[in-house]
Every structure is written in structure tokens, then in C-alpha cells.
């Protein structure tokens, strides 16, 4: 079968799992991925791939501490440049598995039972990425632990009137909990592997992290309340960490930046470039490990359809910008809307716009939404749209500002870009070292799923 081809024809509903599963072949299945010796050579391409471009990232960060972030493109006015772009989309594209973990979880959505734990993974690794650009942004990095609140001889606090303080605190709590949350749902899979393995060492390894679980009734009510408690928690999350993200812009009293919209502007981009981020990467991986009867076309139709919503809803916010913008009567509002479609970054802006409002228009339809190549390309194309739309954001209100004698261009420097491709290294290297040590797919949810299917609930 090829990629681009449509596994079933398409009408009537679609199965979350296809049929003939039982309790022991989900098991089998998941846990062979792992324990089986042999490795698919697609795993040693792409880990081999961003293991390069980790090495590309880490002498960029070499490179930066030795030399400053004169190295970058950043000058007056612009003191913001590709790290903090990058830093609001990493954080973005973390949105995705919390929503699907906890909002979908407390909402008891099945579709959800086969991604989730990807999803959760995809959440860490993008928050890790996310939070090393503030850090590499400062003057001192080695001093970041300034930005916490704890005793000192000095009696110096953070300034908590700064948004840029409030994002440590929703940052951390942000990688905290869903680091709780992924690890607790694992805890009854790596039972399991830790039962299956025939290596001593992964026996003891996997027989560490299960803490002692044995499946007893006493043992599935802690789990499941604990489960339970901890997406209740994590739901406000989705909402408050790219809304104290947006307030970096939106307090600021900078052209294109203090508006209201911004953050549900920001949260409905998250989730956008979230869900896309998780297309991009499930399309390959499904395919690499023969698991499209786990990772069905249903997956695939309802993301399209998250993917639709959440594109119109930020379509929606660009409408509300440019209205505020032109009611206001700001003439350095109205400037910067002109500026962005007729400036130096004009090009930017319009890519923008094909990426984020023109492609995603394609998922209205059924045959697309089932169709892996067109989401696969569909999912990069969001993906760079979002990227565009933080450089707009950030780097566009910042070269036009109030004073005509201050203006300045951004023009990155390879510093920058190296920095940029790099940390998609570090993002690929942990997500395929947890492809390759964990199970991907949540076997004991997949067992209730099939249990739940079976007797019609």
C-alpha cells in the first residue's frame, strides 16, 4: 500500500481500532516494538538524522556562550530575534498532547486511546526545547536560577510585575505536571514490559519505574483516581500557559502588541500547530511500525477536523487584530498593518497567510482528511505558517516602533538558523529514544477500548 493511498474506502463511520484485536495481541504488539532486537532501519535514519542536527545545536550553543548573543541578529530596536519565535512555538506545539491527554481524557473521547501517549511525549520534549531559549536568550545564562523565587543572601526577588517572570513559573508547572501525568499513565505499562522482558537488566529497569505494580484491584483505583485528578489539573493548563505566553506581547506597549486578543488568540494557535506537529509525526511512524490498525483513518478525520477549527478560530483572530487596528484610529497601527503587507517582510507575511488560512482550507474535505501524504504535507505546511506567524508577531512590530530614527531590519545571522534547526534535532532524538525504550501506545487503555468495544459501551 502506498502512502498516499486511502486504506479502506472512505463512507460510513470510521473504526478507532480496527477489528480482531484482543486483550493479548494489543499487548503483544505494543511491547514488541520495544522488546524486539530488531530495530526498523527507518529508526537509525531519522535518529541518525537529528543526531546531527543535535550536534549542529549544541555547538551553536558552544558558539553563543563564547562569544555572546552578539551572534545572533538581534540589535536595536529588535532585541528579540529567532529565540523567542521559537520559544512561543515550541510551547505551542506541547498544547497538543495535553489537550488530548486531559481535555479529551475528561470528556471520555475513545479516538483518543491510540495517540494520548504519544502526544504526552511529543508535550515533554517540545516543553524541553521551548524552555532552553529564554535561558540561552540571556546575558548570563549560567545565572538563570536568578529568575526563581528563592532565598538569598542579597534579599533580590524577580520582578513579578514582568510577564517574562510569570512564564518560568507557567512554563515549569506546565513540564511538571504533564511529566506527572505521562509518567502515571505509564506506570501499569511498564508492568507489563517489565513481565515480557527477557533481559535481566530491562527486567530490573522496568521493574524500578512500575514501582512495585501488580495490577490488584487497590492498585487500578489509586490509578485511576490519581488519573483522574491529574487531568482535572492539567485541563486549565492548555489555557493559562500560552495565555501568560501571550501577555510577554500583550502588556507591552509596542505597536501590534497591546491588544485583547491575544490570548485566545495564542491558546487556538497552540492547539493549531499542536495537532499538525502530531500529523507530521505520526504519518511516518505508524507507517515504520506497522500500527495502522491502531492508528486508524479516524485519527486522522478528527485531527483534520481540530486542525479546520482551530485554523478558522485564528483566522478569526488575524480579522480581530487588523478591525482593532483600523477602529482604534492608532496611526502606528494602522502603519504596522500596512507595514507587514507592504514592508521588507512582506513575502513572510503573505507565506503566512497561504499557510495558515489558504492550505488548511483543504481539510474540509473527507478524502483529505484520509489522506496521508496531503495531511502529511498539509501538517508542514501549519507548521511553518505557525513559525511565520510568531516572526511576524515578534520581529515585524519590533523593526517599526514609534520612532521613524530607531527602525532597524532583522537579518538573521547562520547563528540563528542553526540555533532554530538544531533544537528540531534535540526534539527528534528524545522523541525516538521513547519510540525505542517505551511503549508508545497506552496497552491498557487500548484493552479497555477493545473491552468497551466488544460489549457495545
Known amino acids: 500500500m502506498q502512502l498516499g493511498q486511502t486504506e479502506k474506502p472512505i463512507g460510513g463511520d470510521l473504526p478507532v481500532v480496527e477489528p480482531g484485536h484482543t486483550y493479548r495481541s494489543v499487548s503483544e504488539k505494543i511491547s514488541n516494538i520495544v522488546l524486539d532486537i530488531r530495530t526498523p532501519l527507518g529508526w537509525f535514519v531519522a535518529f541518525g538524522s537529528g543526531s546531527i542536527l543535535l550536534m549542529m545545536y549544541l555547538i551553536s550553543i558552544a558558539y553563543l556562550f563564547a562569544y555572546g548573543v552578539g551572534v545572533w541578529g538581534i540589535n536595536i530596536p529588535v532585541g528579540w530575534g529567532f529565540a523567542i519565535v521559537t520559544f512561543v512555538w515550541w510551547i505551542g506545539i506541547g498544547h497538543a498532547g495535553t489537550l488530548i491527554s486531559a481535555i479529551l481524557f475528561l470528556f471520555r473521547q475513545d479516538w483518543r486511546t491510540s495517540i494520548n501517549r504519544f502526544a504526552e511525549a511529543m508535550t515533554l520534549f517540545a516543553v524541553v526545547c521551548a524552555g532552553l531559549y529564554p535561558i540561552l536568550h540571556l546575558g548570563r545564562p549560567w545565572l538563570f536560577f536568578w529568575l526563581l523565587p528563592y532565598p538569598n543572601t542579597f534579599g533580590l526577588w524577580p520582578q513579578f ?3 517574562l517572570a510569570w512564564d518560568v513559573f507557567a512554563v515549569s508547572t506546565y513540564g511538571t505536571i504533564s511529566a506527572v501525568f505521562w509518567y502515571t499513565g505509564l506506570i501499569p505499562d511498564l508492568a507489563g514490559m517489565r513481565d515480557r522482558a527477557k533481559v535481566p537488566l530491562l527486567k530490573m529497569v522496568y521493574g524500578m519505574l512500575a514501582l512495585g505494580w501488580r495490577g490488584s484491584s487497590r492498585h487500578w483505583h489509586h490509578h485511576q483516581a490519581l488519573y483522574l485528578l491529574l487531568a482535572a489539573i492539567a485541563t486549565p493548563l492548555v489555557v493559562s500557559v ?20 491575544f490570548p485566545p488568540y495564542f491558546v487556538a494557535g497552540a492547539i493549531f500547530s499542536g495537532f ?6 505520526l504519518v511516518p511512524i505508524r507507517k515504520l511500525y506497522h500500527i495502522e490498525d491502531m492508528i486508524t483513518l479516524r485519527h ?10 482551530t485554523g478558522l478560530v485564528v483566522f478569526y483572530g488575524y480579522v480581530t487584530e487588523a478591525f482593532t487596528g483600523w477602529y482604534s484610529g492608532s496611526i502606528y497601527e494602522l502603519f504596522l498593518f500596512m507595514n507587514r503587507f507592504t514592508g521588507h517582510y512582506a513575502p513572510f507575511v ?12 483543504l481539510l474540509w474535505f473527507r478524502s483529505v482528511r484520509t489522506n496521508m501524504t496531503l495531511m502529511f504535507i498539509l501538517s508542514l505546511i501549519i507548521n511553518t505558517g505557525m513559525w511565520l506567524e510568531r516572526f511576524m508577531i515578534v520581529i515585524i512590530s519590533l523593526t517599526a516602533d514609534y520612532l521613524p530614527s530607531s527602525w532597524a531590519l532583522f537579518i538573521a545571522t547562520p547563528w540563528d538558523w542553526s540555533l532554530l534547526i538544531g533544537s528540531i534535532g534535540l526534539f527528534i532524538v528524545l522523541l525516538f529514544l521513547f519510540v525505542r525504550t517505551l511503549p508508545m501506545i497506552s496497552v491498557f487503555e487500548m484493552q479497555e477500548l477493545i473491552h468497551n468495544t466488544e460489549h457495545g459501551h
Open 276 to 281: 499538525a506537529m502530531v500529523v507530521t509525526l
Open 350 to 361: 503573505y507565506l503566512l497567510v497561504f499557510c495558515n488560512l489558504v492550505a488548511p482550507q
Open 300 to 309: 486522522f478525520d478528527v485531527m483534520g477536523k481540530i486542525l479546520l477549527t
Open 161 to 163: 510585575r514582568s510577564a
Open 242 to 261: 500560552h495565555t501568560v505566553v501571550s501577555f510577554d506581547f500583550a502588556i507591552a506597549q509596542v505597536p501590534g502588541w497591546s491588544t485583547t486578543v
